[in-house]
């Protein structure tokens, strides 16, 4: 099973993952510049792919995702781990170009997908969650109000109980 670890950074999300980034130094296997396309992957060749902490540093967001969908499998997973817009690693890291919400991964779901990449389908989620620190008075105060509901939370709470990060298990559908 090939399993790609896309910006894998120092530390690959799974051992035996073919890793992918732009620095020297990584610990990735194909050194290239992961905001100019085609990647040097071919198609559909992955069963799993991790973007941990990739996706707020790209400029085009939806290219880069047709992009993971092209080199992956019909069916394959794919895990994106992103800072939620609310938490301080969001806006610490001037790499950062995006900052994400819960609901940002709707976009690249069925029709919203299809509209911005001429008709391709895209994603199913599988699975969607926030996670937060280890301070059980707020911490467990924002897990409360998100896991009552997300929308609410993040529309009245965020800024006072920041989440940490999203995790979203795609599906992806060719």
Same mark, same amino acid.
């Given at each position: 099973?090939?399993?790609?670890?896309?910006?894998?950074?120092?530390?690959?999300?799974?051992?035996?993952?073919?890793?992918?980034?732009?620095?020297?130094?990584?610990?990735?296997?194909?050194?290239?510049?992961?905001?100019?396309?085609?990647?040097?992957?071919?198609?559909?060749?992955?069963?799993?792919?991790?973007?941990?902490?990739? @996706?707020?540093?790209?400029?085009?967001? &939806?290219? =880069?995702?047709?992009? #993971?969908?092209?080199?992956? !499998?019909?069916? +394959?997973?794919?895990?994106?781990?992103?800072?939620?817009?609310?938490?301080?690693?969001?806006?610490?890291?001037?790499?950062?170009?995006?900052?994400?919400?819960?609901?940002?991964?709707?976009?690249?779901v069925g029709d919203h997908f299809e509209n911005f990449t001429y008709g391709a389908a895209g994603f199913r989620i599988l699975e969607?969650?926030?996670?937060?620190?280890?301070?059980? @008075?707020?911490?467990?105060?924002?897990? &409360?109000? =998100?896991?009552?509901? #997300?929308?609410?939370?993040? !529309?009245?709470? +965020?800024?006072?109980?920041?989440?940490?990060?999203?995790?979203?298990?795609?599906?992806?559908?060719?």
């Open positions: 099973m090939m399993v790609l670890d896309i910006g894998c950074g120092k530390k690959k999300q799974e051992a035996g993952a073919i890793g992918l980034d732009r620095q020297p130094g990584s610990a990735a296997d194909v050194l290239c510049e992961l905001a100019h396309f085609p990647w040097p992957i071919r198609d559909n060749c992955a069963e799993r792919i991790y973007l941990s902490h990739f @996706l707020e540093h790209q400029p085009d967001i &939806l290219r =880069a995702m047709a992009e #993971v969908r092209r080199v992956a !499998k019909p069916g +394959a997973e794919v895990i994106a781990v992103t800072p939620h817009y609310s938490s301080p690693d969001s806006y610490t890291d001037p790499t950062h170009v995006h900052h994400l919400g819960y609901h940002s991964f709707d976009y690249f969607r969650r926030l996670t937060f620190g280890g301070n059980l @008075l707020l911490d467990g105060l924002g897990r &409360l109000i =998100a896991a009552i509901s #997300v929308d609410f939370y993040e !529309k009245h709470f +965020a800024w006072m109980f920041p989440a940490r990060n999203i995790v979203c298990r795609l599906e992806v559908v060719k």
